[in-house]
């Protein structure tokens, strides 16, 4: 089962911060989510919230914020100081370090609370200048984003982001609609899902696992991907069963 890192080390280090993604890489990990949106000044930038109030210390949204003001927020506010400044990220700053990276790398559309202009088309182009086209899985809760994806770049899978609840028959229809994956958190899932998912090649990557139970229920029912806070923890046991 390939492990993800979910917004990076997100457990132990600032999430969606370079820290984070630079700890995850050292796990032996196979790959990391994070989740993108767009600043005032049209810059793809790196950060969960479509506000900045939880993470940073800050307030308001991003899309109100150029880069250059964005940048001067702690990242790492939630630490209390324990990993001192660390800025939002922008992609390409990111594809600019992962290039060099065996990891490949979740990009989550955030698409489906606010709809930003030409997200997808800004998030592709920086994929593209850095040639990581073979190392991306899009993702989004907004479906339309990721079959606008599909669309602009056959060649990069894609994933079905759906809430806990699950879909039923998501294997039919993620392949009915050409999406690679499914992407679906741990709490509604069930082994008949899974299977379904496997009889249309549909890949099943869960999030976000935190807890060895389920885990290593995730595991037993062949699931392709677990995204998770704890990579490390994840990576260790996976490789214990070697
Ligand atoms: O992509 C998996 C997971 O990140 C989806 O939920 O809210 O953590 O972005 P969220
Ligand atoms: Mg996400």
Known sequence: MKVYAHRGYSG????????????AAETGCYGIENDVQLTKDGQVVI?????????????????DYTLEELQKFNAAALWNGKYG????PTLEEYCE???????????EIKSSVYYYAELEEK??????????????????????SISLLRKLAPEIPCGALVEHAGLGN???????????????????LTEEEVKGCKEHGV??????????????KIYDWGCEGVISNYPGVCKGWLDSKK
């Open 97 to 107: 370090w992962v290039k060099d990276h065996d990891l490949v790398t979740n990009i």
């Open 47 to 63: 950060i969960h919230d479509e506000k900045i109030d939880r993470t940073t210390d800050g307030t308001g949204y991003v899309r």
């Open 85 to 88: 400044f660390q800025k939002i």
């Open 12 to 23: 132990r280090y600032p999430e969606n911060t370079m820290l984070a993604f630079q700890k």
């Open 170 to 188: 998501a294997g039919y229809y993620c392949d009915k609609y050409d999406y690679q994956c499914y992407h679906p958190g741990w709490k509604g």
């Open 123 to 144: 998030t592709l182009e920086l994929v593209r200048k850095y040639g990581l086209e073979k190392k991306i899985i899009f993702s989004s809760f907004n479906h339309t």
């Open 203 to 216: 890949a099943v990557n869960v999030w976000t696992v935190n807890d060895m139970d389920t885990l290593e």
